[in-house]
């Protein structure tokens, strides 16, 4: 086997074992490109079925070409899919391009972080606890409907990459979080030779990464290799930049490259060009520590 079939067969062993031991488990897919991976390879471990429900949360500031993929792809592969949102926070205007007009040290303005803090690390945990709403895409019209099931999800499966990010390099592949969702960077379970803790007390909160040993590089090649279907924000439309990291419109920038197409991407990747560039350096709201305060209050 190659490095990729090795990759692809820990992480389809990994959501296999968790399959077994959570009995409510969900998948976060945020639309990028290691998530559909992930998707990608659950429809692998499990023959076609994702056996778990998918779960998007929607700040609202996605940009359309995501969300047209995301709906697409869950009719075309018959997902379960599921959206949360904070509709309080929107509806009140409680989000940073609401408030940006606003002058500083006004009380009411709030910065990317915070805005993140509601509409994503907050969305997400009341989603998978249950306590805000939770809209289910009905398979025969393409409409979202309120879901009833407000049953809490004890095992959520996520994209999480350890070379993406420093926060992300402190994770586990099953990596438990308190009762609210919140995650001790300090209390995390040793793994050695592929021995994991999923035996935890009934009712603990668990994140699992199938991906944490896979690199953008190995993420790009899957895709060429399987030929995978991707949003097309990743590729130079033309005007010599795309999208390396897909986040929200107002808070996420393109870097400049002419790849237009998985290959091309590849290549540049190869060619360290993007050597000394962080693959989330777009996203605006991470800052110096913006996105491990984020995770450690429950964001992916």
């Not at 019209?141 to 402190?170: C, L, M, Q």
Request: hydrophobic fraction near 35%.
């Amino acid at each position: 086997m190659d490095h990729l079939d090795l990759l692809e067969q820990q992480s389809v062993y990994i959501l296999r074992e968790a399959y077994k031991h959570f009995d409510q488990m969900c998948m976060l897919w945020s639309i990028g490109k290691d998530s559909t991976v992930l998707l990608w390879l659950a429809r692998k471990a499990f023959f076609g079925h994702v056996p778990f429900p998918l779960v998007h949360v929607d700040t609202s500031y996605k940009l359309p070409e995501m969300i047209a993929y995301r709906d697409r792809l869950a009719m075309e592969y018959q997902l379960t899919m599921i959206v949360g949102q904070d509709e309080e926070s929107l509806a009140a205007g409680r989000t940073f391009p609401a408030t940006s007009h606003l002058p500083v040290g006004h009380p009411d303005k709030l910065d990317r972080v915070q805005c993140c803090s509601r509409l994503k690390a907050g969305a997400l945990k009341a989603t998978l606890q249950g306590t805000g709403v939770r809209k289910r895409l009905n398979l025969k019209t393409g409409a979202y409907e309120i879901d009833p099931n407000r049953t809490p999800w004890n095992g959520v499966i996520v994209g999480a990459r350890s070379d993406e990010e420093g926060s992300r390099s402190k994770e586990r592949y099953f990596s438990p979080r308190d009762k609210n969702n919140a995650w001790d960077v300090g209390d995390q379970p040793p793994e050695f030779w592929n021995q994991f803790k999923t035996d935890y007390a009934p009712g603990t909160h668990v994140r699992i990464h199938p991906l944490l040993d896979w690199t953008e590089l190995h993420i790009w090649e899957y895709i060429a290799r399987e030929n995978i279907p991707t949003v097309s924000l990743y590729y130079d439309q033309g005007e010599g930049t795309r999208y390396r990291s897909l986040g929200c419109g107002p808070c996420q920038s393109p870097i400049k490259s002419t790849s237009k197409n998985v290959s091309d991407i590849i290549a540049e990747l190869k060619s360290g060009h993007l050597r000394n560039i962080a693959e989330r350096s777009g996203r605006l709201q991470d800052g110096k520590h913006g996105l491990e305060e984020l995770r450690k209050d429950g964001y992916m």
